[in-house]
């Protein structure tokens, strides 16, 4: 009973780690433009964070028994809590630093990498393992497409237009798509702890299906919700600021592109990170306003932690199992 509290505590941890490590995402664009004030803008991601959250639950099943089989393996509980204490590191470290990394990312990283020190790669199922790796390698670039195409539209269509009035009608578009891109975030982000505490569920012999509970999908959603209202203004100000001078109809061009493919994902249960969507989505909409326009070293930057995410985390957990197995085995 005890290994199951430790772990629930570090997933709702976690949880609101994500909540305001990836606040960012949701709000950056709105803040920056000044369509919302910080404090409007939380409390905004904050609501929709938490009804984003109880809407679905397929992603946590997905997450739950995609990468491996928790009723087989021997010592799920601390594969469990190595995975959480890895996946927790890392997205501390990058939240330091002020890098959007993924919280996605570095779960599914961690998960596989502990599952692997506990049982060899055979325990990890190729299948579900490649259509989680290649939803989170897909999703970044299908919403930087997206960007580029809604914003090169919206350009055609506003080429003749007063761009102060244009900008003006914008900020207040984008009120509606902050509300979307937090509503988005919440069904897919949240969805990410409730999946591994039932995978910790099922591991203890606690339940034998990968079906939520309904009070693993209350606390996974106030988690998520209060870590949001926390904020993270250090990605905030890389995300609103450093990729390129955002104004509001980049800020709005660049929401509903990544919140559509964030909420696409959701609906067809794959687990993707928002940070790769909406920062892929920024990076479109400013190479079709000017391409010189965006700043592209630190465009590299954030794409290196991109790519060193997913081994660094699993590296980190399988030495945590390491760790913990002992000291308790």
């Known amino acids: 009973m005890t290994a199951i509290i430790i772990v629930i505590f570090l997933a709702l941890a976690f949880d609101f780690i994500n909540g305001f490590h990836d606040t960012a995402n949701a709000i950056a664009t709105s803040v920056s433009t000044r369509a919302l004030t910080p404090r409007r803008a939380i409390l905004l991601a904050s609501t929709l964070n938490f009804v984003g959250a109880m809407t679905f639950t397929g992603v946590a099943k997905t997450i739950g028994g995609s990468v491996a089989d928790p009723a087989t393996l021997e010592h799920g509980m601390l594969i469990v809590t190595a995975t959480l204490i890895a996946a927790i590191a890392w997205n501390l470290i990058t939240w330091w630093f002020g890098i959007p990394s993924s919280s996605s990312h570095a779960l599914i990283g961690a998960l596989t990498g502990a599952v692997v020190s506990a049982a060899g790669f055979s325990a990890v199922n ?158 479109g909409v400013g190479s079709a306003k000017r391409f010189s326009a965006v700043k592209w070293g630190v465009a590299g930057r954030i794409v290196v932690a991109w790519v060193i995410t997913i081994p660094v985390a699993g590296l980190l957990a399988a030495v945590i199992y390491r760790l913990i197995a002992l000291v308790s085995l």
Request: glycine share 8%.
């Open 126 to 283: 190729p299948a579900g393992f490649k259509k989680i790796l290649y939803a989170l390698l897909l999703s970044p670039i299908i919403a930087f497409a997206v960007g580029f195409t809604i914003m090169w539209i919206l350009k055609m269509v506003f080429a003749k237009a007063n761009p102060h009035k244009t900008n003006k009608g914008f900020r207040g578009m984008q009120v509606l798509t902050a509300a979307f891109q937090s509503f988005t975030h919440g069904t897919n982000d949240a969805q990410k702890a409730m999946g591994i505490i039932t995978f910790a569920l099922v591991a203890g012999g606690f339940q034998e299906t990968l079906d939520v509970p309904t009070w693993v999908k209350i606390s996974a959603a106030l988690a998520m919700a209060l870590g949001t209202s926390v904020g993270g203004w250090k990605i905030i100000k890389t995300m609103g600021t450093k990729i390129f001078k955002i104004e509001p109809v980049n800020g709005f061009a660049a929401d509903l592109s990544s919140a559509g493919v964030i909420l696409t994902a959701t609906l067809n249960e794959l687990p993707v990170s928002t940070t790769h969507a909406i920062t892929s989505s920024i990076l």
